[in-house]
């Protein structure tokens, strides 16, 4: 089966912009989390979503971060605006209902300047 | 909330040796604790993992332990090779239907000498 695919890979963009982040988990994944990993510290849990729906958004730093998921399949998360300390690699994951464990995608390595 | 501590941060070892990686979790309602090794340019893949029902498991040449009562659990990889160098990271997971939320630790960053 396909995996997790992120894209962009990487971005760099000025702070006060807005970046879009999209995710493709899966198909037949029920759930989709994001995550970051910042200053190479530990990955850091974003928000979970259950198909189209967000059961759990604790993660989410600030309203200026925004993620959907489309008809429950691939997700996107976008920053507006980006700020200096939003730098870091999002990953998304994906896994099948009632599954522990999750596959990730590469992560997208965002830069603002 | 739950928190994870993982360590050393770096470790290197010479081609053949054991390295072993602790790391130690927080909340008694984590029941899943998987490891993930993540190589450059990847995202971390999962390796292997344990339950809280469990106290040890083992894969070929990695094996984790759990101590549920001391709430920690160790990775060891042993008969180490240059490609197991990368980034360790181990995790606290919540049960599959209560959110399946992962707390991870910082990493480690293995180098396997040859």
């Known amino acids: 089966e396909a995996g997790v695919t992120q894209f962009p890979s990487h971005s760099v963009i000025e702070k006060g912009q807005t970046v879009t982040l999209r995710c493709d988990p899966i198909s037949g994944h029920d759930n989709l989390y994001w995550y970051r990993r910042v200053m190479g510290k530990e990955i850091k849990f974003l928000l979970h979503?259950?198909?189209?729906?967000?059961?759990?958004e604790s993660g989410m730093p600030n309203n200026r971060f925004l993620a959907e998921r489309t008809g429950g399949t691939y997700s996107t998360l976008k920053v507006q605006p980006a700020e200096l300390e939003d730098s870091g690699v999002y990953f998304c994951?994906?896994?099948?209902?009632?599954?522990?464990?999750?596959?990730f995608g590469s992560g997208t390595r965002l830069t603002v300047v | 909330g739950e928190n994870v501590e993982q360590h050393p941060s770096t470790l290197s070892v010479q081609e053949g040796d054991s390295a072993v990686i602790k790391c130690t979790y927080s909340?008694?309602?984590?029941?899943?604790f998987p490891w993930y090794k993540q190589e450059l340019g990847k995202g971390p893949q999962l390796i292997i993992d344990?339950?809280?029902?469990?106290g040890e498991k083992k894969d070929q040449r990695i094996a984790v332990t759990l101590n549920k009562t001391a709430k920690h659990f160790s990775l060891h990889i042993t008969e180490t090779q240059p490609e197991d160098s990368a980034v360790y990271f181990c995790?606290?997971?919540?049960?599959?239907?209560?959110?399946?939320?992962?707390?991870f630790g910082d990493g480690t960053t293995l180098t396997v000498k040859p």
């Open positions: 344990i339950r809280s029902n469990v």
């Open positions: 994951a994906s896994s099948r209902k009632g599954n522990y464990g999750y596959t």
């Open positions: 995790a606290a997971s919540t049960p599959p239907d209560n959110a399946g939320k992962s707390t």
């Open positions: 979503f259950v198909k189209e729906s967000k059961q759990d």
């Open positions: 909340d008694s309602a984590s029941n899943y």
